[in-house]
C-alpha cells in the first residue's frame, strides 16, 4: 500500500512506494519515489557526520556526535578518533585550514588525517601550540 503527496489544488503529484531508500540512493541524491526514514537521513551529502565541542583543557563537552574519543596529545594538540571511519581522507571540516597561511590570531589547522580520525593543532599568531576551546562539525562519505 503506498500513499501520495497532494498540492493545493488537490492533484497527486508524487506516488509513494513503501520502499525505503538506500545508503546508495541518499549519496547520490537519486530521486526515485522512495522515503528516506531516520536512520538514513545521516547519508545524505549535505548532513554533518559528526559534530564536536572541546574544553579549552582538551576534554569532549557532551553532546557529541559520530566522536568516539579526543585525545589530548600536548598543549595545542587534538586527536579526534570517529565512531564511523570515513570513505577517504577527503572529508571537510569548515573553518579549518590545512596549512598556515598569514594569520593575525588563534588558529586551527588540520595537522593529520586518515580515514578513523583527524589531528587537530591549535596555535596563536606567533605560531606557538595553545590550548583553546573550540566547536567543528565534520562533512563527507562514510
Known amino acids: 500500500m503506498g500513499w501520495n503527496f497532494y498540492n493545493s489544488n488537490g492533484e497527486a503529484l508524487v506516488q ?20 528516506v526514514p531516520p536512520d538514513l537521513v545521516k547519508n545524505s551529502p549535505g548532513v554533518a557526520k559528526a559534530w564536536f565541542s572541546i574544553a579549552a583543557d582538551g576534554s569532549l563537552e557532551s553532546p557529541d556526535y559520530g566522536i568516539a574519543s579526543i585525545g589530548d596529545t600536548g598543549t595545542g594538540q587534538r586527536d579526534i578518533n570517529f565512531t564511523t571511519a570515513f570513505s577517504s581522507t577527503v572529508y571537510a571540516m569548515p573553518g579549518l585550514q590545512v596549512a598556515p ?9 588540520i595537522a593529520g588525517r586518515t580515514t578513523a580520525d583527524t589531528d587537530l593543532s591549535c596555535r596563536d599568531a606567533s605560531n606557538l601550540a595553545k590550548d583553546i576551546a573550540s566547536v567543528h562539525a565534520i562533512f563527507g562519505d562514510q
Open 16 to 35: 509513494h512506494a513503501e520502499s525505503e531508500a538506500t545508503k546508495a540512493e541518499m549519496e547520490a541524491e537519486t530521486a526515485s519515489p522512495i522515503f
Open 101 to 109: 597561511a598569514a594569520v593575525t590570531g588563534t588558529y586551527l589547522e
